[in-house]
């Protein structure tokens, strides 16, 4: 069983900073790529970020070089760091591992979400 735990969600002032973090853990073996979506309040979750294990990376257009994506392989973590934060930026993050390999085969995973709430 994979499990993806994240945290650093907090009440943040606009054009304050937040780092998230997330941990995958179980029985990995390898882990493709691992990113972060968001659902803003009354709207369908999209894309943030996303790395993958060659360190490549992926920005949403919103990003607008606030953000950014770094990845620990060895300790299957990925963090986000925001900065510039907009009242636009409050959402529910959620951490997501693609392509995770493990003795059962090959499979995408979810994280619970962590709120991040950007105060005017």
């Known amino acids: 069983q994979v499990q993806l735990v994240e945290s650093g969600g907090d009440l943040v002032q606009a054009g304050g900073s937040l780092k998230l973090s997330c941990t995958a853990s179980?029985?990995?073996?390898?882990?493709?790529?691992m990113g972060w979506y968001r659902q803003c309040p009354g709207k369908q979750r999209e894309l943030v970020a996303w790395?993958?294990?060659?360190?490549?990376?992926d920005y949403a257009d919103f990003v607008q070089h606030r953000f950014t994506i770094s990845r620990d392989g060895a300790k299957n973590t990925v963090d986000l760091y925001m900065s510039s934060l907009k009242p636009e930026d409050t959402a529910v993050y959620y951490c997501?591992?693609?392509?995770?390999?493990?003795?059962?085969?090959?499979?995408?995973?979810w994280g619970q979400g962590t709120r991040v709430t950007v105060s005017s």
């Open positions: 790395i993958t294990k060659n360190a490549g990376t």
């Open positions: 997501s591992a693609a392509g995770v390999v493990t003795a059962k085969g090959m499979y995408d995973y």
């Open positions: 179980g029985n990995i073996i390898d882990i493709n790529a």
